[in-house]
């Protein structure tokens, strides 16, 4: 790493910090109007986290495009998952609460965050889960908040849309709720490492590896495409791979 990246890097990690510090304050100093007035602080939440997503990709030198409309909340959305980048693009253009696994809840710094965020934690590996998550996303629909779940549920490495599981579809399924969709892509300036070496969360990498890697890019545009109209089935497995395909049509295979 050039002296010149280690000084960008230094720069937008004290730039992303210093912003999420100050709108997870923000935050917590609303949380207490959910009991006086559930849907105005469901409004400022989406708004705190529209800001903070938007504020990091400022500091982290990210050059959002957002194509078709952004649903309004409440909100069930699926997109494909390809960076921890994705969290704040997805924040920028809907303010939504994100579905991630359990271990991120612990993690020093970052865990307290996603806390403040209302983020749902899921732990894979126990089959029990499903049905807890379920109902937390259901009550956080019912508080007027858009929800956010990658069905990969893990990021793909190679940048393709791997099969989207059906189990925490359950909740839009019970309720006869249409679902949302997104595909989200990047692309480095010409010169730069490409996006699987420089973006994509290698199987490799430490967060804070992967992290590293991204913030030494001049720059990085992120483009978000919004599906023309949500997707509703009675069937959670056909309507996974509906989304599937759905999300898949919408990425560009020059990028």
Known sequence: MTLREKMRVTRRAAGIAAWTFLLVAARIAVRP????????????????????????????????????????????????????????????????????????????????????ADTVFIDRSDLRETLR?????????????????????????????KAFRPALLETAVARGMPVHYAAIQYRTPDGSPSVRDSVIWG????????????????YCEATLVFGPAPIQDADRKRLAQTLHDAVAAQLDPAQ
């Open 133 to 161: 998550v379920n109902a937390e996303l259901g009550k956080r629909l019912d508080r007027g908040y858009g929800i956010h779940v990658f069905p990969e549920s893990r990021i793909s490495v190679d940048g393709t849309v």
């Open 203 to 218: 199987p490799e990498q430490t967060f804070a590896q992967s992290m590293g890697a991204f913030l030494r890019l001049p």
């Open 33 to 116: 109007w959910a009991r006086i007035s559930p849907a105005r602080e469901a409004a400022w939440r989406s708004a705190l986290l529209r800001a903070w997503g938007r504020g990091l990709l400022a500091c982290g030198g990210v050059q959002l495009r957002v194509r078709g409309m952004p649903p309004h909340a409440p909100f069930f959305l699926v997109s494909n998952h390809l960076s921890s980048v994705d969290q704040p693009v997805l924040a920028a253009a809907t303010g939504c609460v994100f579905v991630s696994r359990a271990d991120v809840a612990r993690w020093p710094a970052l865990g307290f965050v996603v806390r403040a």
